[in-house]
């Protein structure tokens, strides 16, 4: 036979660069600009797509094959899960407010992850990234699917669950990490990547994903277990695309590394800000808690993240510019925040609550410096006036900060008992920020920030016009049943009820 | 504490989601709709695109296709991540049982020359083309609008990049790392192959997701599977001693059947929201189409001497009947 | 020196690459969590594909990892025969 047949076994990498790298072409009918319009406009420089090194070189009929083993052992567990009315093996349905954040909040994220990663696996000119920024496309609105259908069985016994589509793009706190992905969508495929890819898979998932999902398994949750691990364990391929995007760009060009360095600095803060909603979950919404937000960010974002600023140094990579603020505001922001939350919980679709005298006990263990001394008294304050008959509530409005989008709740560096509120004007308008970092971003890209959509001017507007019946229509919230107490709400009174059917006669 | 729970029978509060209460009813709703309806932002969009501050971050006008609901473009598969992956894993475990039955028994070694060359020249250079189906349809999933039509894209793109590896992997087979050499020449350079080579390229300049969805999934592979798969591989070539060929390329077979029911429903769904999108259609189709087909001509020409504008033709009519069947009158 | 990690579910299918990664790292240390087990190694953790092998009984394609895989810290660098996690 004339064919020369090559039956050297190649090796995995070089199969793998047969069957990615090689399919793409110097394009020549068309110019390659105006195929990959948006490739320079950032300012980075990349002289050869080819160094790009693949981490995790899988080919579709692999994925395929072990994305099925993982969807199928998901589906038996949420359907075993559901048939056994697994969610009255909690631990208390407390714990739902966690998930009922999750659902609002994050979720959505992880489909505008999709559609941002979808663009960038069509943007860039290069083929390694492309590939690898596609599958976690797919692998993106997997997870906003999984977590769905997980959560659709709690929705079906419980409230706060069933307006999240609604909530995502109405409801106050939703608008932080919506804000979130909207900026990462709103830049160009680098800094997208920067944004999520390396800031938030990389430097903060963990976070989110590897302690808090620990706690839902000891928290009897063995439905949003099994969407957290499952899902994460995409995030291991996508975290190391992450990083891998970044050595690139550092690689590259020197010029890349200032515009590395600044989105580094913008995003770990963004991202930082965003956890904030997760240091809560951690610390107050878990009945039972495996550790504390503190010791979780000792492991994950101290110890991870200087290990990988330490690495990245040869490049001239320093840490991101609010390391040190987020170290000290880990002792802070979750007790802030919850406070923040039980004050306007007539605005939220889940249930918050003063911790009880236990709660608070493992808080001052876990929080030796800060709990007993700026927190424990504000609760036990809230604590007697619930008693009084008076609780507290907080109908006035709180400004957001135009960047994050939060309630500017947290306090000054270095001064616990003094609330941190920074200012600009920009074309004659006054603009409010939570902390220098957030007023940073801002004066970077002005003309980006003034556009944010701000949650509570809107209760001014049309159609709501400051009628806060109307608002709660607007944001499909059923008061008196979504928000509020745990304490006397339907979602405790049915789980009582329900756990006492099953355990006695 | 150990709870028996089955024997607890307790009754849900709700049936389903808020959105999907308004959209189908108030009764349990199916995991695709779940997945797919509404999970996209709609509304109090944050900022306009850096690179592009005259689109919005989701854009319906992106398209000359006008939709009052962009929803109403069901997928007939009714795919969500979980169901597209399983069924792509029970095919791609098929495709393996397949080329380990050609290896085991060495039948790529006792093709017949001609067949073996035909194969390579036919097939391989083809993984470029699906590579930029791929890029077209990661392009309609990021700037199309709405889930229900953009998360099939998304997959498609997935199975497009799959394709284009089972192609290379038949050009390693059949010929080595030489015939994917050789076929990257060829799609380079060798002039049967400039028209396809010109087409892809121009289709991955366009920026109108729908477009791109119509010339690259209604027309170009409309034209290029039947007349590649069906007539060249498991007619002509099966014909001739090529038995292991087709059932190297058993998969592109039936991805295609499979996937013409979405295109198929997509296009009586879009038709028949109104007069102008009907009109947009059959004038991107109408264009598409002449392209293709002088596209196709060559490369049949290459591995066939007769028949070649007649099959080609015939291809072309049951394309346009095909068309015709979804209410788009070209 | 910097940490590297990997964390696998806990399960029936992750026993004997556990075992492999304890044989093949010394200086591991090997945290049971609920429903996760995660593993530390001062700057560097390999796993092997043999030692997989051995401790299962049957061919592993490292590729397989990832069905149970719930997150590392480190580059990564990956052949057929390797896994390996590393801060240079």
Known sequence: MDTPVNKKKLSLKEKYSYLTRDLAWEPSYQKKEDLFPYATYEGIKVHDWSKWEDPF???MDAYWKYQAEKERKFY??????????????????????????????????????????????????????????????????????????????????????????????????TSVPRSFFDDAMASGPFEF??????????????????????????????????????????EARHMTLGLECIKFMLEQDPDNV????????????????????????????????????????????????????????????????????????????????????????????????????????????????????YYRPRWEHIK?????????????????????????????????????????????????????????????????YVQAWLPMPQLFQEPINGDLEAWMKWVSLVDGEDNGDYQGSHDQTSFEKWREMATSN | MQIDVRTVSIEPVRKTFDHLARRFGNKPASRYQEGSYDIQAAENLHYRPTW?????????????????????????????????TLARARQQENVEANFAFVEARGLQDMLPEDIVEKSLKLLVPLRHAAWGANQNNTLACGYGYGVVFTQPCMYHAMDNLGISQYLSRIGLLLGGVEALEQAKDAWLNDSAWQALRRLVEDTMAIRDPFEVFVAQNVVLDGLLYPVVYERLVDTYLASQGGQAVAMLTQFM?????????????????????????????????????????SAILPIVNSVLDERVDEMVSEELEAFRARIAKTGIQL | MSTVFIAFQT????????????????????????????????????????????????????????????????HLSEDEDTFTLSWK
């Not at chain 1, 941002?116 to 993106?140: L, N, S």
């Not at chain 1, 907080?394 to 709740?409: D, E, M, R, W």
């Not at chain 2, 854009?59 to 795919?79: A, E, G, T, V």
């Not at chain 3, 945290?31 to 560097?44: G, S, T």
């Open chain 2, 253 to 293: 077979t039936n991805w295609f059947t499979e996937s013409k029911k979405w295109t198929n429903g997509v296009l009586k769904v879009t038709a028949a929201e109104s007069d102008e999108n009907a009109k947009v259609l059959a004038e991107w189709i109408n264009h598409w189409s002449d392209r293709a087909v």
């Open chain 1, 76 to 173: 038996a567990i949420i359907d075993a899960f559901a048939q056994n009315n697994g969610h009255l093996k909690l631990t208390d349905a407390r714990y739902l407010s966690a998930l009922k954040i999750f659902l609002q909040a994050i979720s959505p994220g992880e489909y505008a992850a999709h559609k941002g990663f979808a663009r960038t696996g069509r943007e860039f000119p290069g083929v390694g990234p492309q590939v690898a920024c596609q599958m976690q496309a797919i692998d993106e609105i997997r997870h906003a699917q999984t977590q769905i259908h997980a959560m659709s069985n709690y929705n079906k016994f419980y409230n706060g669950f069933h307006g999240f589509a609604d909530q995502r793009d109405r409801i106050w706190y």
């Open chain 1, 258 to 373: 200032p515009i590395v360095q600044k989105w580094i600095d913008k995003w770990f803060w963004r991202g930082f800000r965003v956890l904030g909603l997760v240091s809560t979950m951690m610390d107050y919404m878990l009945p039972k808690r495996v550790m504390s937000w503190r010791e979780a960010w000792d492991i994950y974002g101290e110890e991870n993240g200087n290990a990988l600023f330490n690495d990245l140094a040869r490049y001239g990579i320093r840490p991101p510019k609010g390391w040190g603020d987020a170290a000290e505001a880990v002792d802070h922001m979750s007790h802030q925040f919850m406070l923040a939350l039980y004050q306007w919980n007539f605005g939220t679709a889940f249930h918050s609550w003063i911790p009880s005298d236990n709660d608070m006990d493992w808080l001052s263990k876990k929080y030796p410096n800060t709990f007993d001394k």
């Open chain 3, 11 to 74: 399960n029936e299918e992750t026993r004997p690459i556990i075992e492999a990664i304890e044989l093949d790292n010394p200086a591991a240390t090997v945290y049971q969590e609920p429903a996760m087990v995660k593993i530390d190694a001062p700057d560097e953790l390999v796993i092997r594909r043999e030692t997989i092998e051995e401790q299962m009984g049957r061919e592993y394609d490292l590729q397989e990892l990832q069905v149970n895989l719930i997150t590392m810290s480190g």
């Open chain 1, 57 to 59: 070189r899988l080919t």
């Open chain 1, 384 to 448: 007697k006036l619930e008693a009084n008959g008076t609780p507290f509530k907080n109908y006035g409005l709180a400004k957001n900060c135009q960047t994050c989008q939060l309630p500017c709740v947290f306090t000054e560096p270095g001064d616990p008992t003094t609330l941190c509120h920074r200012e600009t004007e920009y074309k004659g308008e006054h603009y409010h920020f939570c902390s220098d970092h957030c007023r940073d971003i801002f004066q970077e890209e002005p003309e980006k």
């Open chain 2, 52 to 84: 592009d501050p005259d689109q919005e971050l989701y854009d319906p006008n992106l398209s000359r296709i006008r939709m009052k609901d962009w929803y109403d473009l069901k997928d007939p598969r009714q795919f969500y991540y979980s169901t597209y």
């Open chain 1, 193 to 234: 990547m920067i944004a999520i890819g390396f800031s938030f898979e990389y430097v903060l998932t963990n976070l989110l994903f590897v302690p808090f999902m620990s706690g839902a398994a000891y928290n009897g949750d063995m439905s949003t277990v099994t969407f957290g691990f499952s899902a994460q364990s995409d």
